[in-house]
């Protein structure tokens, strides 16, 4: 690391230039801070012991003083517990010992408070520390692939046996140990996770993801291990039909070939981002390794769904292509809830109206036409889906809860 040029503390520039400074490494873990003084994006530190990579965290934390020298807000800090790292356990106490705080995007070192020479007598607990961590999150994960409602059932059962899966605990886990990131792995302490209400769904908010959007990317994850192209960050081409959304905006950092799209509005208005209807795609046919579609399906006339939107997802992906989706589910039913419908260009309401939230109107002005049952796997198996279920993950470690249904189909 000794060829890599610096990145150092004190701040020249009020209007550009990257910062930073490792302020302390003891006996907890890593702190200090670092900020790219022109982007509101929090930057990722890697952590290297002797030349060795052993883990990252977010820049994200609050630095008052470090505001007040900018005239503005800086969530900049971060900190990282040696329980968290993987350390590697080859290293003795009596090996020599490097480490070394880089910003991952510019690959620069931060200068700072950097332990050279013998080992630090602290790392006699790291071990200790580490494996009562891992043990507390591997056992607090469920994650299984449903073909039926008996099978679901059936994992009901089991969860309920076991009392260190109940929200409660899982929560207290979240709260005490904090959460990553499914893809990057990025750690989010317990301090910058924001729990606004008891519908752990759609909040534990880290990092402009909710548990649900988590509960997505933790199935792409696993997909990707049998699906190489997945992993090919740099080139996998994915769609979602949502480019305005936090979900969209974390997406777009990550995949340089993802599209998002949305709906309901002119070109003029959405311009340069294409508007799109799912029921009509513009999209060549194979275009798409994946297809994402977070909390959509329901706000689509059931029927429109069947036989235009499902189909038109299968045209656009490419064989081994995989549609990757959320919607609010009847897990006890296996026919949709209709809540809705449209006749002669007439929308028909079966009870009371419900609606969600729409992330363009910033308003709950978007209509449930349905809650999507079990026939939702026969009907994508219908259309050509090679292989259909629905994957239920429950995860301490990446903050997902309650158990979180994500419908999985592979062209």
């Known amino acids: 690391m000794s060829d890599r040029d610096f990145i150092r503390p004190k701040i020249t520039d009020k209007n550009s230039g990257i910062y930073g400074h490792v302020d ?12 790219d003084v022109i982007s509101p994006e929090p930057r990722v530190v890697e952590v290297y012991v002797n030349d060795e990579k052993i883990g990252e965290a977010i820049a994200n934390l609050p630095r008052p003083d470090i505001a007040s020298i900018i005239g503005r807000e800086a969530n900049c800090g971060f900190f990282v517990k040696w329980s ?8 003795s106490l009596e090996d020599s010992l490097e480490v070394a705080i880089i910003d991952k995007l510019s690959g620069r070192e931060i200068v700072g408070k950097h332990a050279k020479g013998r080992k630090p007598k602290f790392f006699k607990k790291i071990e200790e520390e580490k494996k009562e961590k891992i043990v507390s999150h591997t056992i607090k994960e469920i994650h299984e692939h449903v073909r039926d409602m008996k099978e679901f059932f059936d994992l009901v059962e089991e969860i309920n046996k076991r ?9 207290d886990d979240i709260l005490k140990n904090g959460i990553y990131d499914p893809l990057l792995e990025i750690y989010y302490p317990p ?28 199935e792409y994850k696993c997909l990707a291990k049998k699906i190489p192209i997945l992993n090919s960050y740099n080139n996998v081409i994915i769609y979602a039909p949502e480019a305005f959304s936090s979900f969209a905006l974390y997406m777009r950092d990550i995949f340089p070939r993802f599209i998002g ?11 340069p981002i294409p508007v799109e209807d799912l029921c009509n795609l513009s999209f060549d046919s194979e275009t798409f390794h994946c297809v994402i579609v977070n909390d959509i399906f329901e706000h689509i006339p059931f029927v429109r769904l069947k036989k235009q939107a499902l189909p038109e997802i299968y045209r656009i992906l490419k064989k081994d292509g995989v549609l990757l989706s959320t919607f609010p589910f009847t897990y006890n039913t296996y026919e949709t809830i209709i809540k809705a419908y449209v006749e002669n260009d007439v929308i028909h309401y079966i009870g009371e109206p419900e609606y969600h939230g729409n992330p363009v109107t910033g308003k709950d002005d978007s209509l449930v036409f349905s809650i999507l049952g079990w026939d939702i796997l026969d009907i994508c198996k219908d259309i050509g889906f090679s292989d259909v279920y629905m994957s239920f993950t429950l995860s301490a470690r990446y903050g997902i809860l309650p158990i979180i249904g994500v419908l999985v189909a592979i062209k």
């Not at 302390?24 to 900020?35: A, K, Q």
């Open 24 to 35: 302390y490494i003891n006996s907890e873990g890593i702190g200090g801070w670092l900020i």
């Open 261 to 271: 799209s949305e709906y309901g509005i002119s070109s003029d208005e959405a311009f």
């Open 163 to 171: 009392r260190h899966l109940s929200i409660d605990s899982i929560l």
């Open 84 to 91: 968290q790292l993987d350390v590697p356990r080859e290293i």
């Open 191 to 218: 301090n910058v996770i924001q729990i606004t209400s008891e519908n752990y769904r759609e909040t534990i908010n880290a990092g402009k993801l909710v548990s649900r959007m988590r509960a997505v990317l933790f």
